[in-house]
């Protein structure tokens, strides 16, 4: 499966599990500020994104990995990304606009940076492709 192929499947579930019309969804597409999904929409896409391309996502994948390899204090503290956090979770996220991953944010908000090309890059790396 290439790239676009998957880039079409994410758009497709996405149609399935947000009230947004096909043309409004492009890459950079925010999944909440822009397609208007909300916290059980996010879990309805994981699960639609897992049946439709036979893969198992693991809850908090994105965190999970931005912390991998910092130890939890040097990640956050009391819910706000340190500098080291910060830093590793631009690097994971890297295509969300790095002015917004500031030290100081509150790790509630990690999900509102979420956006299509997110969703493409753990599908990829679930699917064994490299992001």
């Not at 947000?18 to 994981?46: F, H, N, P, W, Y």
């Not at 956050?76 to 790095?98: H, W």
Request: hydrophobic share 40%; with cysteine; proline share 2%.
């Amino acid at each position: 499966m290439d790239r676009n192929e998957i880039i079409d499947g994410v758009k497709e579930c996405l149609l399935e599990c947000v009230r947004a019309e096909a043309d409004s969804i492009t890459l950079k597409s925010r999944i909440i500020d822009d397609l208007g999904a909300d916290s059980l929409d996010l879990l309805d896409i994981i699960f639609t994104l897992e049946r439709k391309f036979k893969i198992k996502i693991k809850q908090g994948e994105i965190v999970k990995m931005a912390q991998d390899g910092i130890p939890p204090e040097e990640f956050q503290k009391n819910d706000r990304l340190l500098a080291k956090g910060a830093e590793r979770l631009r690097e994971v996220l890297s295509e969300v606009n790095t002015d917004e991953i500031t030290e100081g944010m509150s790790t509630a908000k990690i999900p509102y940076l979420f956006n299509v090309e997110t969703f493409v890059k753990i599908v990829e790396r679930n699917l064994g492709k490299t992001a």
